[in-house]
């Protein structure tokens, strides 16, 4: 079976409180960490990725960002998505290309842009069913919706975004920053799969509990690299002690 479709079955018939957990490595030792660990498949984090290469969130140029992906998805035999952020200004078909040469199965594509600003829901969704069709099944393709994210609190603006990416052939969508509260609300409007955010500060809910209130599957952004960036700082302030 393709990577592809391995990553597509992980996504199916999930219960209640058994979301599918995506840790996101941000360069090859940490997806190889990942994949010891037991994880079926991994995601990689743009904001992570950023601060492993020195730069700020968001300021990562496209090929940098591909080559960081294609060294992690090279590392392991799991299925690796991609976060390439916005799509880089990218036409669809060399977007699809270029993360397909990078190893990558799946990809995270963000519904603002880079200053903050929400894109047309339908601009987008058209946008979304070309990079649909230029990937045909070869790519799982996760609409982030930035509502909750850009100051929009109203559960419905979520949903209508993701009725429309859903009918451009978007495979799962992802409300980044709703709420736990609305999660059912999200769950019952939505069709098909949803990406939901996971704090690794055990300030929120946890995976198994963001499953039961309607997480699909569970990623972290960034928050593996930083808490690992925290506790590397904690061994160097050691050693000069």
Same mark, same amino acid.
């Given at each position: 079976m393709r990577k592809v479709e391995v990553f597509r079955a992980l996504h199916r018939s999930r219960l209640p409180g058994d979301p599918l957990v995506?840790?996101?490595?941000?360069?090859?030792?940490?997806a190889r960490v990942c994949e010891e660990a037991g994880f079926p498949a991994l995601a990689t984090p743009s904001a992570g990725i950023?601060?492993?290469l020195g730069r700020e969130d968001g300021s990562?140029?496209?090929?940098?960002?591909?080559?960081?992906v294609a060294r992690i998805a090279g590392a392991v035999d799991v299925p690796v998505s991609a976060?390439? &952020?916005?799509? /880089?200004?990218?036409?669809?078909?060399?977007? @699809?290309?270029?993360?397909?040469? #990078?190893? =990558?199965? $799946?990809?995270?594509?963000?519904?603002?842009?880079?200053?903050?600003?929400?894109?047309?829901?339908?601009?987008?969704?058209?946008?979304?069913? &070309?990079?649909? /069709?230029?990937?045909?099944?070869?790519?799982? @393709?996760?609409?982030?919706?930035? #509502?909750? =994210?850009? $100051?929009?609190?109203?559960?419905?603006?979520?949903?209508?975004?993701?009725?429309?990416?859903?009918?451009?052939?978007?495979?799962?969508?992802?409300?980044i920053g709703a709420p736990a509260g609305v999660l059912p609300l999200l769950r019952s409007g939505i069709?098909?799969?949803?990406?939901?955010?996971?704090r690794l500060d055990g300030e929120g809910p946890s995976p198994t509990e963001?499953?039961?209130?309607?997480?699909?599957?569970?990623?972290f952004g960034p928050g593996l690299q930083r808490r690992m960036a925290r506790q590397l700082r904690e061994s160097a302030d050691r050693l000069q002690r």
């Open positions: 995506l840790p996101g490595p941000w360069d090859a030792i940490s950023a601060a492993a990562t140029p496209a090929d940098e960002m591909f080559a960081a976060d390439v &952020e916005g799509g /880089y200004g990218l036409a669809p078909k060399e977007l @699809v290309e270029r993360l397909l040469e #990078t190893g =990558a199965v $799946g990809c995270n594509l963000e519904d603002s842009h880079g200053g903050g600003v929400l894109k047309d829901p339908r601009e987008h969704a058209e946008w979304l069913a &070309e990079v649909r /069709y230029a990937a045909g099944d070869q790519l799982f @393709v996760n609409a982030r919706i930035d #509502t909750f =994210a850009r $100051g929009d609190k109203d559960p419905e603006r979520a949903i209508e975004r993701a009725a429309l990416y859903v009918a451009a052939g978007a495979d799962c969508v992802y409300p069709q098909g799969p949803v990406n939901v955010f996971g963001l499953g039961e209130l309607g997480a699909t599957r569970v990623t």
